[in-house]
């Protein structure tokens, strides 16, 4: 019967095995997914900073920076 603490209970129960249910495959692949995404912001940025060790370009206000300096003491040296 609707209201009784039988009733409340087996809500109580179904909404912490559905909760369980989605939520954690939902949990687990938004963790790997964040693990995935590290890992490539890591590899994008040691291919970076080893461009940049090179000499080669790069991205972001650092390359530019970078670049501006280099163009100033190449007009200095002229």
């Keep these: 019967m609707p209201g009784s603490i039988r009733w409340r ?8 095995i559905l909760g369980a249910a989605l939520g954690f495959p939902l949990g687990w692949a ?3 997914l964040l693990e995935k995404a ?5 590899a994008a940025a040691y291919t970076d ?3 940049h060790s090179k000499g080669g ?3 972001g206000v650092g ?3 970078d670049r501006l300096e280099g163009n100033l003491t190449k007009q200095n040296s002229q």
């Design 38 to 42: 590290k890992e490539e912001r890591s």
């Design 9 to 16: 209970a087996r809500n109580v129960l179904l909404g912490s």
């Design 63 to 65: 390359a530019a920076i």
């Design 30 to 32: 938004h963790l790997k």
């Design 49 to 51: 900073s080893d461009q």
């Design 57 to 59: 370009g790069g991205g």
